[in-house]
């Protein structure tokens, strides 16, 4: 091997052997705690790409912001899954689609018909949203936006309580996760339904990566994907 490809190849060992960190926040089933590691199916998905690239990790879960201030602003930081929107685009190396989905308007099953009712009829809701959801911007094309009353919360659960405690009367939320979010209030005899979708809301979620972080990991990553899945990242 000529002397110039050692040196590359010493180079780019060195770089992989930094310290790789992988953050996410808790969403069961996706992202949990599990007998002391991270797992759940959005956490397998990521160890088989990193497994693939023959590249090791250390998992951690944080809350939402500060995973995102992780990912946003440490080299060799990769975070899951994150909403690619048109905000986001430039701030991250976007590695590899997880999983699509879209946010609607969740409200206790038991009271979905008089919401629909009172809606018809030109009153007010109150909506429970995490302050910076991600899907807040698009709450404003629903013909009802006007007719919403929003109300922050710190977090996705705090917004379940209310809802569930009959604080609220919706939270804004992807509906795929209504099982596991009801799930974490047992005392809660009420199920989860959608009172309104919000098509506009349609993203995909990622394996993102901070800008510092070197792209010849990224592109190791992308090409185990490749591999794995048989097409390149879009």
Same mark, same amino acid.
């Not at 007010?124 to 698009?138: E, G, K, M, S, Y």
């Not at 609220?168 to 209030?185: F, I, K």
């Given at each position: 091997?000529?002397?110039?490809?050692?040196?590359?190849?010493?180079? /780019?060992?060195?770089?992989?052997?930094?310290?790789?960190?992988?953050? +996410?926040?808790?969403? /069961?089933?996706?992202?949990?705690?599990?007998?002391?590691?991270?797992?759940?199916?959005?956490? *397998?998905?990521?160890?088989?790409?990193?497994?693939?690239?023959?590249?090791?990790?250390?998992?951690?879960?944080?809350?939402?912001?500060?995973?995102?201030?992780?990912? $946003?602003?440490?080299?060799?930081? *990769?975070?899951?899954?994150?909403?690619?929107?048109?905000?986001?685009?430039?701030?991250?190396?976007?590695?590899?689609?997880?999983?699509?989905?879209?946010?609607?308007?969740?409200?206790?099953? $038991?009271?979905?018909?008089?919401?629909?009712?009172?809606?018809?009829?030109?009153? +007010?809701?109150?909506?429970?949203?995490?302050?910076?959801?991600?899907?807040?911007?698009?709450?404003?094309?629903?013909?009802? /936006?006007?007719?919403?009353?929003?109300?922050?919360?710190?977090?996705?659960?705090?917004?379940?309580?209310?809802?569930?405690?009959?604080?609220?009367?919706?939270?804004?939320?992807?509906?795929?996760? +209504?099982?596991?979010?009801?799930?974490?209030?047992?005392?809660?005899?009420?199920?989860?339904?959608?009172?309104?979708?919000?098509?506009?809301?349609?993203?995909? /979620?990622?394996?993102?990566?901070?800008?510092? +972080?070197?792209?010849?990991?990224?592109?190791?990553?992308?090409?185990?994907?490749?591999? *794995?899945?048989?097409?390149?990242?879009?």
């Amino acid at each position: 091997m000529r002397p110039g490809l050692v040196l590359c190849s010493l180079l /780019a060992a060195w770089a992989f052997a930094e310290p790789l960190k992988v953050v +996410t926040s808790p969403m /069961a089933p996706y992202q949990m705690q599990q007998n002391g590691e991270v797992s759940g199916s959005n956490t *397998l998905w990521v160890r088989q790409l990193l497994e693939e690239a023959e590249l090791t990790a250390d998992f951690a879960l944080y809350p939402w912001p500060r995973a995102y201030q992780l990912a $946003s602003s440490e080299p060799n930081v *990769l975070i899951y899954a994150l909403a690619r929107t048109p905000d986001r685009e430039a701030m991250f190396h976007w590695v590899a689609p997880i999983a699509s989905f879209e946010h609607a308007l969740l409200v206790r099953a $038991s009271q979905r018909s008089s919401l629909q009712q009172r809606l018809q009829q030109g009153d +007010t809701l109150v909506l429970a949203v995490p302050r910076d959801h991600v899907a807040l911007r698009f709450v404003q094309y629903l013909p009802e /936006a006007e007719q919403l009353d929003i109300f922050y919360t710190a977090s996705t659960d705090e917004a379940m309580r209310l809802l569930l405690n009959g604080r609220v009367d919706a939270v804004l939320e992807n509906p795929q996760l +209504t099982s596991a979010l009801v799930a974490s209030h047992p005392q809660s005899a009420d199920a989860v339904q959608v009172l309104l979708s919000i098509p506009a809301s349609r993203s995909t /979620a990622y394996l993102a990566a901070s800008k510092a +972080t070197d792209e010849a990991l990224i592109q190791r990553l992308q090409r185990a994907f490749q591999r *794995l899945h048989g097409k390149a990242p879009d």
